[in-house]
């Protein structure tokens, strides 16, 4: 028979307000197996802990249960408590009596009536406790990033700096980003690629990292500590260790007529291609849709002017298998497709183009040389309308749109708007907007100027519709500050898409077990006191792949994801959960239900030999679990048809005795 | 498939082609409409009475005789159609208002919102379906640019109405690319033509019609089609000479059933 102590919190009055802790504490004592029960104001402080840790001595307790605060806050802190008065710290059960008690309750009587059954089903269940002790598994000092823009480039180099290998995983031929597109950044317009460039070298020359370009992860098995990873390097047919990038080949390749993606498909490339000239690395890639070689077996043009020899139009797609003990997703983000919004005529016109457009159109590299010309003929734009929160914050259009905001577009509208200005005095530029939202270091200043010094004419009401005539855009717009209809004859429409995670990060989602949300943004472990972990140990958030982030915000998630990766890298062990599946072989009949129902595939069969009631043996396939990749979720006990699967900490039998303590 | 069919005053005399080919193409593609008994006059815009529950009774009867029969109830013209979704909407989640209909109405088992409406083109997509009427093409409109025309009634409100995207419709593009011609896309086709307000202002219907004829013929349109006696006038009284025409016209024709009516 246990002895069991019971402590009752009050929480300040965050329970004490709604239920009478003296009156559950009085209550728990006549429960079976409980040798002493109070209750104190603050149990999770210091001297809460030591009144617990004075009633084991005391009273020589062999079970705790403390109706306190959700397990998910302080079950941690108690089992070490109960660890450091010298018991099992898996005798420590708590009953939420917070939460799902006084929080949710008004009424003194029934938080009370409540608290005192959710103590005597945690009272029933500690009856059944027994010690368990955690396994150990090794820890690979090894990371993956997944995800080559600024966020992935951040997080590795730091990883790599503190000493630990990683390799970076980008589906790109060049790790870069989004960022990499970009012409220049606020709130100091200095340019994104004499920023980002440096650490792209940085990247390529240190010693630690390698990249994977090109590439996408096809498979992730194992835990935190032991990731078992296949990478899928995708045939790119230039041996990248040979070639030098000197782009010879690309001169002289006959196909160029192949939209550029980096461009955004507003000028051609090459069938060979390297996607821009600071590319890292900087080898060439044939695109197997376009190339005729690989096409039709005719051409091999880039073959013969190749000096180095690196063209191989017989590349396969390649897996390797790496272990990695902490795995990094920096997916990054996408504007939205703006084919739905046709009331801005996207589709319709060539002059109406996002704003990642725009970045292409004023950068140097881009399509235009950095000369603002409108696409379709090439003619300077002197009447320009920025549209913001395009599909974003738009909870009536969810079908199309987002209900967030996209927090990226206020700031880079401006910085498009002054620069426009600056450039080009003689162009009249309209901002529409909902509401100008500028929180960030030297944001609103930046916003003002763009007012104040560069007469940008920002009107808060929305585009209604864009319509295409002649060599005009005809916009109608409402000024709800004016209260009237605007009608402007623009030259170019550019528009603020709202930004959505990449579409690789829902598979990869399943790949990890990591949680997301309903956006398809990754989730954090705790939205303010873990905003760089996912909920799944070993796995970590960098960037936008976790909600719209600006460059500041991303790389300060990017470098903090990092610490952790190495606070977790720098261990040799780490202590696993012993609350794992155990199947009872004498009753396992081998049916293979539990293998298939697994997520985390802990489950294996072995053929053993048993002792039959005849005392004749016999072999029998029974399942056995691997402790180490059991995460104790349960869904084995559940499918099990013989009973013969239980998890520890939660069997079976302690979950009726709770049932039973509820229904009494 | 036999569905309760409701006309509407337009389509017995300004309109009568609309009514027509729809009958005829109807056949064709294995639908029977049955027209309504005794129907009455919709009721005209729906939003300008909105308080009037007398005016919507017609459209209640209508609904409640498609109901009777357990059939969808179908009509064609965009006016006739906006007001009976309307107020089968206004039965489903106002209940002073069904309350006040039914009342009027008398009937042993008030009239509950029920009756599926659907408007000829989304009887053609959603129960004939745009393949089948593919097949059944023997007169491909090939080579033709065809700017549809939405006009607003066939989609707003949107939220009641449920046809299409009010952005971005495709039911009537989906429907010229499956009579083999091809859908002129321009960023007018769900503008208002004006509308009653002709009557009170021609120069300013003068102005919305024109603006959309010119924006279809910038996009190269050969013909745009409409759904809509009211929009047909306006943009023939003031578009350009890009010709008007009603899409149960064209869908004859690729049906190979224009010939035969006209000479009937």
């Not at chain 2, 088992?109 to 093409?137: C, N, W």
Request: aromatic share 8%.
């Amino acid at each position: 028979m246990q002895r069991i102590g019971v402590f009752v919190c009050w929480c300040g009055s965050n329970i004490a307000g709604t239920v009478d802790v003296h009156t559950v504490a009085e209550a728990l004592k006549s429960e079976p197996g409980v040798v002493f029960s109070t209750d104190y104001q603050y149990m999770c402080s210091q001297a809460g802990q030591d009144i617990i840790k004075n009633a084991i001595k005391e009273h020589n307790l062999t079970g705790i249960v403390v109706c306190s605060c959700s397990p998910r806050m302080h079950e941690a802190t108690f089992r070490k408590t109960a660890a450091a008065a010298g018991i099992n710290p898996y005798m420590v059960e708590i009953a939420n009596i917070r939460e799902q008690c006084s929080w949710v309750h008004k009424d003194m009587q029934t938080g009370t009536e409540k608290a005192i059954i959710l103590g005597k089903a945690a009272v029933a269940k500690v009856n059944l406790n027994t010690p368990l002790t955690p396994g150990e598994s090794p820890v690979t000092k090894r990371a993956l990033v997944i995800g080559g823009g600024i966020a992935g480039i951040q997080t590795a180099l730091d990883i790599a700096d503190a000493g630990f290998p990683v390799d970076i995983v980008e589906t790109k031929p060049t790790i870069g980003g989004k960022m990499a597109q970009l012409d220049k950044t606020f709130p100091t317009l200095d340019c994104a690629a004499c920023i980002l460039t440096p650490k792209m070298v940085d990247v390529a020359q240190n010693e630690n990292i390698r990249i994977f370009s090109y590439s996408e992860v096809q498979e992730i098995k194992g835990f935190v500590g032991n990731f078992d990873v296949t990478i899928k390097k995708r045939a790119r047919f230039v041996k990248e260790e040979i070639c030098t990038g000197c782009g010879a080949c690309v001169e002289k390749c006959p196909m160029k007529k192949i939209p550029n993606e980096f461009n955004l498909g507003m000028d051609n490339r090459h069938a060979i291609y390297i996607p821009f000239a600071q590319a890292v690395p900087k080898v060439a890639t044939i695109d197997p849709n376009a190339c005729n070689m690989l096409k039709k077996g005719k051409c091999g043009i880039c073959s013969k002017v190749c000096s180095a020899g690196a063209i191989d139009y017989t590349q396969k797609d390649e897996f390797i298998s790496e272990k990695y003990g902490a795995i990094v997703v920096a997916t990054g983000f996408n504007p939205i497709s703006m084919e739905k919004f046709d009331e801005y005529a996207y589709s319709q016109s060539k002059d109406v183009i996002t704003s990642l457009e725009f970045e292409r159109l004023t950068n140097a590299a881009g399509p235009t040389a950095g000369k603002l010309l409108r696409p379709s003929d090439l003619k300077h734009p002197h009447t320009i309308v920025f549209v913001q929160c395009v599909g974003s914050r738009c909870a009536a259009c969810a079908e199309k749109g987002k209900e967030y905001c996209s927090k990226i577009c206020c700031m880079y509208t401006a910085k498009h708007a002054m620069l426009v200005r600056d450039k080009y005095p003689d162009t009249e530029v309209y901002v529409f907007y909902i509401d100008v939202r500028t929180p960030g270091k030297n944001f609103d200043e930046f916003y003002r100027r763009a007012v104040e010094e560069y007469g940008v004419k920002y009107v808060k009401g929305m585009v209604g519709k864009v319509t295409p005539e002649g060599d005009k855009l005809k916009v109608q717009a409402s000024d709800l500050i004016a209260n009237k209809q605007l009608h402007i004859d623009a030259d170019l429409v550019v528009l603020a898409a709202a930004i959505e995670p990449d579409k690789s990060a829902r598979p990869l989602a399943t790949m990890l077990t990591a949680s997301m949300d309903t956006n398809d943004f990754f989730t954090e472990a705790h939205p303010k006191l873990r905003p760089v972990e996912s909920p799944t140990a070993g796995v970590f958030l960098s960037g936008a792949c976790q909600g719209p982030k600006d460059i500041p915000e991303t790389v300060s998630q990017a470098s903090a994801a990092a610490s952790k990766v190495i606070g977790l890298l720098v261990k040799d062990k780490l202590t696993g959960n012993p609350c794992v599946a155990s199947p009872n072989e004498l009753m396992c009949n081998g049916c293979s239900t539990c293998e298939r129902v697994c997520p985390y595939g802990a489950i294996t069969y072995e053929d053993k030999e048993f002792m039959m009631p005849d005392r004749s043996k016999a072999i029998r396939r029974v399942a056995q679990v691997n402790p180490a990749v059991c995460q104790g979720c349960g869904a084995c006990t559940v499918a099990c048809m013989s009973g013969a699967m239980d998890l520890r900490g939660f069997m079976g039998s302690q979950i009726i005795a709770e049932v039973d303590a509820i229904c009494k | 498939m036999i569905v309760s069919y409701f006309p509407g005053c337009t389509l017995k005399t300004k309109a009568q082609d609309l009514d027509m080919y729809a009958r005829k193409c109807a056949e064709v593609l294995g639908v029977t409409l049955e027209e309504i008994d005794n129907w009455q006059c919709c009721g005209g815009v729906f939003t300008t009475v909105n308080n009037d529950a007398v005016t919507k009774l017609s459209s209640v009867r209508a609904l409640d005789f498609a109901r009777s029969k357990t059939q969808p109830l179908v009509s064609v013209c965009s006016a006739c159609h906006n007001v009976l979704k309307q107020t089968n909407h206004a039965v489903q989640t106002d209940k002073a208002f069904a309350d006040k209909v039914n009342l009027y109405m008398g009937n042993e088992s008030p009239y509950d919102g029920s009756t599926q409406v659907y408007h000829y083109l989304e009887m053609l997509r959603d129960l004939v379906g745009f393949d089948a009427i593919k097949e059944k093409v023997v007169n491909p409109l090939k080579g033709k640019k065809i700017a549809a025309y939405y006009g607003c009634l066939l989609l707003r409100p949107s939220g009641v109405m449920q046809m299409d995207d009010p952005e971005n419709p495709q039911i009537f593009e989906d429907l010229i690319r499956a009579l083999g011609a091809e859908p002129v896309i321009y960023a007018m086709r769900n503008e208002c033509c004006g509308g009653y307000v002709t009557m009170e202002s021609p120069e300013f219907a003068a102005k919305k019609s024109k603006a959309i004829t010119d924006n279809a013929a910038s996009f190269g349109a050969d013909m745009i089609v409409t759904a809509c006696p009211l929009c047909k006038y306006n943009l023939e009284k003031n578009g350009n000479s890009v010709p008007v025409v009603y899409f149960t016209e064209l869908l004859a024709e690729a049906l190979g059933v224009k010939e035969d009516t006209q000479n009937a």
